[in-house]
């Protein structure tokens, strides 16, 4: 049986622009707080790496050449990680807080599970973006497997809202 993807674009409400706003705030503090860390590994590895190298006894160990080498090669590396992670993550949420949009998609229940670990309730979907949600009580006992659900996530970066 093959089942029909179907979904829409909404405008998003000001409770989840001003969530994705705050998490903008937090991924960009730890993004920057990264490449600080970095930015001082970039000086102090090759800092540490001339000392071996004069410990080895290696005739001018101290090389201007060598240490700003070893520093460009180490920034370009972690200019070129800090990048793909902006990519993948912070510019998906920015796109998001731009465009104000989330996505609704249709889709139906695959299977319910009760977890008596934690008391919770979660429903299995045939979502290609969202496996598994955790919904209430009254929702679990009320709804069975086939029927359908509708679920709203961030149209970009994919952050699950609700479902109803």
Known sequence: MQVQLFRYNEQLDS???AF???????????MYKLVRVLMIFCFIIPFIATWFRATDGVPD???????????????CFSGFAVFVSYRRTLFKIEQDIRHRTKTVERT??????F???NNTYYFYLN???KLSIEVKQEDF??????????????TYSKFYLGYF
Not at 21 to 26: G, I, N, Q, R, Y
């Open 141 to 154: 006992h009320a709804m069975q497997n086939g029927d359908e659900l509708n679920i709203e996530y961030t």
């Open 127 to 129: 979502s290609p973006n």
């Open 15 to 17: 409770e989840e622009l």
């Open 61 to 75: 160990p101290f090389s201007y050449t060598y240490y700003f080498s070893g520093v460009l090669f180490l920034a």
């Open 115 to 117: 977890m008596p670990q």
């Open 108 to 113: 139906h229940i695959t299977r319910k599970q």
């Open 20 to 30: 994705l706003v705050k998490k903008e705030a937090k991924d960009k503090a730890m």
